[in-house]
């Protein structure tokens, strides 16, 4: 019975948990909803740094990180809504060249990232940034180019959709030739690891050779210098920004946020766009009405979770 009782706790307090938590979200948007017409007009010459990963339209229940997916036709959406909004999309290969003639970007500077390599960038995405002329910088986690394993971290079942036939192309990582044709139509390329592996959990030694070994795969691959990094999990601390300093990178991205010339290069904040982003709430995304939320007050939720979920896992 105590036993019963306990696990029923747990329960009541998870269902807890997610009614407060989209309670939050709700609040969040109303007050960005408030707040967008005085930050669109304040917030121009920030530059924004989106955050993607998968770009495909299969059953969000066969994926388990469906939050991380957005659908073509909504990716389509959006792109065009930079297309004909007069923002300026660059590489970050661009934006370091920016930082590197001390010249401010133009106002509504944006640059469209994908982390990790899935074949679906090449085939949903590149299609869409190309049709509205815009170009990508896409994060490869290079263990994986060329093969035919799905992404260890994705953990799908067998009987995931996703290993049929017709499905398992969007779910495989990049190839080298699809890597050379949108590097060809000026797409720039960034290194996510070796394994996709979070710096702040490893040595020194394997830091470097994933840092460097990813960093000479892609150079091996494109004929060029490699100089934009992107840390898995978004982790960073003090040693890892060094060892991305030490291995050659220029410019490195992470968690949440938006960024100016002025901002350190080996910690440029990202915006996240997910699987549930209306049009109008990408607007407000690209258009700074969620800067005081990833910058300021996320950082403290996500540390007030921690330290709830600990205090459960010591009772």
């Not at 998870?14 to 917030?43: A, G, K, N, T, W």
């Not at 290993?163 to 890597?179: G, T, V």
């Not at 210098?225 to 060094?242: E, H, L, Q, R």
Request: proline share 4%; with cysteine.
């Amino acid at each position: 019975m105590i036993s019963g009782g306990r696990h029923f706790c747990k329960c009541f307090e998870l269902i807890e948990m997610r009614i407060l938590r989209s309670l939050l979200h709700i609040c969040v948007d109303f007050i960005s909803i408030v707040i967008h017409p005085l930050y669109r007009l304040l917030s121009g010459n920030k530059v924004r740094i989106l955050c993607y990963h998968r770009v495909y339209d299969l059953p969000e229940a066969n994926d388990v990180m469906s939050f991380l997916n957005v659908p073509p036709k909504a990716f389509a959406w959006q792109m065009e809504f930079l297309s004909q909004n007069g923002f300026n999309v660059i590489t970050l290969d661009e934006f370091i060249e920016y930082k590197g003639k001390n010249m401010k970007p133009p106002p509504k500077t944006v640059i469209v990232t994908l982390d990790d390599g899935y074949r679906d960038n090449y085939l949903n995405a590149f299609p869409i940034l190309a049709k509205y002329n815009l170009k990508g910088t896409f994060f490869i986690v290079t263990d994986y180019i060329d093969s035919d394993k799905i992404f260890h971290w994705l953990k799908l079942e067998e009987k995931s959709l996703a290993h049929a036939q017709d499905n398992r192309q969007y779910w495989l990582p990049l190839r080298r030739e699809e890597i050379l044709a949108m590097n060809a139509q000026g797409a720039c390329f960034g290194s996510h690891t070796k394994s996709h592996c979070s710096l702040t959990q490893i040595d020194e030694s394997s830091a470097m050779e994933e840092l460097r070994g990813s960093k000479q795969c892609l150079e091996g691959i494109l004929k060029k210098p490699v100089a934009c990094f992107g840390y898995p999990y978004g982790d960073i601390n003090k040693s890892a920004k060094n060892w991305v300093q030490v291995a050659g990178y220029r410019a490195a991205v992470t968690k949440w946020g938006s960024n100016t010339l002025k901002s350190d290069f080996f910690e440029l904040r990202r915006v996240p766009i997910g699987s549930q982003d209306s049009l109008a709430k990408f607007r407000r995304k690209v258009e700074g009405a969620y800067d005081w939320w990833f910058r300021w007050v996320l950082p403290f939720v996500i540390l007030v979770e921690q330290i709830i979920s600990r205090g459960q896992r010591r009772e």
